[in-house]
């Protein structure tokens, strides 16, 4: 079972629903950035740091001669990808508007 990120930073007494992201049967915690770098310092993993790294592990079994090679596997990584690909776009937009790294929407 997943917590959910609002119970487990409920619990852990965090102010952002995001921060903390608990993985089932003991499995560890993902810490998330909460605030900019600049002005509360790197406290936790970035968004698209954890897709990356999800984008690695599953492509590990994507190699040529992978028994566990799937169709599934590899559409998982293409929506991955594509997820950063927004991401991305969202970030450069946001430049173009001189609102990048601002709380302004």
């Known amino acids: 079972m997943i917590v959910t990120a609002e119970k487990a930073t409920e619990e852990k ?4 629903p995001g921060s903390v992201i608990q993985l089932p ?3 560890g915690e993902i810490h998330l950035q909460y605030g900019h770098p600049d002005s ?5 993993c970035f968004t698209v740091d ?3 790294s999800l984008i690695d592990n599953l ?3 994507q190699q040529h001669g992978h028994p566990m090679r799937t169709r ?3 559409c998982a990584i293409t929506k991955l990808e594509e997820a950063l690909m ?3 776009r969202r970030k450069s937009r ?3 508007r001189g609102v990048h790294q601002t709380d302004k929407p």
Request: hydrophobic share 25%.
């Open 13 to 16: 007494g965090y102010s952002h």
């Open 25 to 27: 049967d003991g499995g």
């Open 40 to 44: 509360v310092g790197r406290n936790g």
């Open 50 to 52: 954890v897709i990356q």
């Open 59 to 61: 492509s590990v079994y």
């Open 72 to 74: 599934e596997t590899a």
């Open 86 to 88: 927004w991401i991305e």
């Open 94 to 96: 946001r430049k173009d």
